[in-house]
């Protein structure tokens, strides 16, 4: 049988909001399934949300988080840990991965989460915020062995793992049984952290695994680009006259 796959979306009403979840579920109605979406929205559960996950044609879960953190650092850390939470709770079997709803994501990607027993990572293709630069994070890879990571960002040379919240996937059981996976004993893994800007992945993956030889590189190589996160803003949008976009879904 194939493995279950389950994706965490963490998402909020802006201008691109329709668009993007409708991009995200055409591709993963796409995904051969079994596939478990998770849909998490800040303090409410919008109707406009609710019908775009309804016609979608995915299996989902549409969760609301109620953690009432208005710091605007913590951009979705909430919600994702709404959806862990969610994961462990119900011991939901599978492949877990973050996937942002403004990200742009191959099959190829979902066929190869498939491949993870453990933990899988691969290098994302992304615009460097603020310069307009493309560049890579992820692992170097030796087949299917880490050999090193792609760094770019000088204020983020000291964390230890060098990867994206969308460039890295997990056995969900790692959440709930520790010993089957030898995972590093001294911490717990039911939070992502939002201490630092930047370190979020780090932190959580430090929790998962002890080091690069619990983890593996996908696809074969790490050569190839499945996934893209540009980094594109819809908070600054100026938008014609008359337009009404509180909601920030629809134009109406
Ligand atoms: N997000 C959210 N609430 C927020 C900000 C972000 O739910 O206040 C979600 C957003 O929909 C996306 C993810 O968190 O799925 C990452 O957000 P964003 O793309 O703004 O962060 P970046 O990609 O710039 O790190």
């Known amino acids: 049988p194939r493995k279950e796959l389950i994706v965490v979306t963490p998402t909020y009403n802006r201008a691109l909001q329709a668009y993007f979840l409708n991009r995200l ?7 051969p399934p079994p596939l478990l979406w998770i849909v998490v929205e800040m303090n409410v ?18 969760l609301v988080c109620t953690n009432n953190s208005t710091d605007l650092k913590d951009r ?9 939470e969610h994961i462990e709770h119900h011991k939901l079997d599978g492949i877990v991965y973050f996937a942002d709803d403004d990200n742009i994501y191959s099959l190829e990607l979902f066929e190869s989460l498939r491949e993870i027993s ?3 990572t691969w290098p994302v293709a992304m615009l460097e ?15 299917s062995n ?36 030898h995972r590093p004993t001294s911490n717990r893994i039911r939070q992502l952290d939002t201490a630092k800007e930047g370190f979020q ?50 134009v109406i």
């Open 25 to 31: 579920g055409q591709v993963l109605r796409l995904v």
């Open 146 to 181: 880490l050999i090193g990571w792609h760094t770019n960002e000088k204020s983020k040379r000291l964390r230890r793992f060098h990867v994206d919240m969308s460039g890295f996937a997990f056995n969900s059981t790692i959440l709930w049984d520790p010993k089957r996976w």
């Open 45 to 62: 559960e919008s109707m406009e949300t609710a019908e775009i996950l309804r016609n979608s044609g995915v299996m989902y879960r549409h």
């Open 118 to 120: 453990r933990f899988g």
């Open 201 to 250: 992945e780090t932190t959580f993956i430090e929790q998962v695994v002890e080091d690069e030889s619990q983890m593996k590189g996908t696809p074969f190589g790490c050569s190839r680009i499945m996934n893209w996160h540009l980094h594109l803003e819809a908070r600054d949008l100026v938008y014609p006259k008359g337009w009404l976009l509180q909601k920030n879904l629809d």
């Open 76 to 84: 979705g850390v909430h919600q994702r840990n709404t959806g862990l």
């Open 129 to 143: 915020s603020s310069k307009n630069k493309a560049i890579l994070e992820g692992p170097v890879c030796n087949g």
